[in-house]
């Protein structure tokens, strides 16, 4: 769906200057638009990132993690986010990437990876590009205790939620999670019957 805009009709980055330099870069760029005017952009710099919804078709379960997060907390007070797995892109291949991150987190070696897109997470401000897979895994790809890893403080309490909780949770509108929603609802077009009543 993309088709070719002359050069001439684009904005172009003609230089950036960093504010800030930490776990994120935060950038200024300075941006010419088609009509020649001036404008000043700021841009969050952290690279590129993975998500992944582990989900267990014969217990029609889900892994899911809940943690501290600043900025929610800022905004509101909320004290913690239910998410899925997800963390930057430490490898080239986004699968290792979200392996590597589900069995931190979750405890779990996943093998079967099923890419839904790579997206950008918050184009008006963020660098950040995010690959989404699902991943069916079954009780015995459960190896370790998960909870992320000490030396970068991370304090996450793994979650199992019932696919079918987890998709009303969705449809009341209590997914507050971008990434988390987008997974859910994706794994409900893919695979509907696991949200199907049993018998």
Known sequence: MSREIPDEDVPR???T???????ARYLVAEVRMPDGRRISREVEDHGP???VLPFDPER?????VRQ???????????PSVLEVPAGLREEDDPATCARREAYEEVGLRLTDLDPVGRVWSMPGLSTERMDLFLAPYRAADRAGAGGGLAEENESIEVVEVALAELAAAADR???ADMKTLCLVQSLRLRRPDLFERRP
Do not use: N, Y
């Open 60 to 64: 029609r379960v889900a892994l899911l």
């Open 13 to 15: 980055i003609e230089g």
């Open 49 to 51: 990132a993975v998500a």
């Open 17 to 23: 200057r960093a504010v800030h330099e930490g776990w």
């Open 68 to 78: 501290f997060r600043t900025p929610p907390c800022f905004v509101d007070g909320t």
């Open 173 to 175: 509108g209590e997914v």
